[in-house]
């Protein structure tokens, strides 16, 4: 299935920077007119779909989930070293107080 989907994905960012290659001698020229306005958000269109397609290829959603569960790995192991932490200072207090009487 993530075959399919990258190939999909491949597809369509192959055929996003066709149309954008296509259609860039054709746009009207950049300006403040109507023309210029279509011209502008139809290369943003058309990069947004490549860069969209483009992000999913190269992975970045599962480097960032793969961060977060790192980190979330440390910060339990943290914890139970502190709770450890913690556990043995109160047993070493006991202690002391039992040896002082």
Do not use: C, H
């Not at 959603?61 to 980190?71: A, F, L, V, Y």
């Not at 440390?74 to 043995?88: D, I, K, L, N």
């Amino acid at each position: 299935m993530k075959r399919k989907q990258a190939l999909r994905s491949f597809m369509y960012m192959g055929l996003g920077l066709a149309v954008i290659f296509y259609a860039i001698p054709q746009l009207p020229g950049l300006s403040w007119s109507l023309g210029g306005v279509f011209s502008v958000v139809w290369l943003l269109f058309g990069i947004l779909v490549v860069g969209s397609n483009l992000y999913y290829l190269i992975g970045v959603d599962k480097e960032r989930k793969r961060r977060e569960k790192s980190k979330r790995d440390r910060q339990r192991e943290w914890e139970r070293e502190v709770a450890r932490t913690a556990a043995r200072l109160q047993y070493e207090r006991r202690r002391r107080r039992m040896l002082s009487r």
